[in-house]
């Protein structure tokens, strides 16, 4: 299975902000539970603030116990 361009993109934006020190764990709610929820972010600048980028969260419990990785 071919994971989707906006993906690897993503993914790669997320690999250079992690090479350059820009990323940041932010606790955050859950817009839909309201749970706190843990968010792995990019951070860059407009002008004098800082923009931060979420890319997803950490995954709450075993994450092998989440997911099947592929055959």
Known sequence: MAIPDG??????TLVRAAKQDDLALLE???AV???P????C???SDGTDYVM?????L??????????APA
């Not at 980028?53 to 969260?57: A, C, E, L, N, S």
């Open 7 to 12: 993906y690897r993109r993503n993914f790669e």
């Open 33 to 35: 539970t309201g749970e």
């Open 59 to 68: 995954h709450d419990g075993n994450p092998y116990e989440a997911y099947i």
């Open 37 to 40: 929820r843990y968010v792995l």
């Open 53 to 57: 980028t979420p890319f997803g969260h």
């Open 42 to 44: 990019a951070v860059g």
């Open 28 to 30: 955050c709610t859950d």
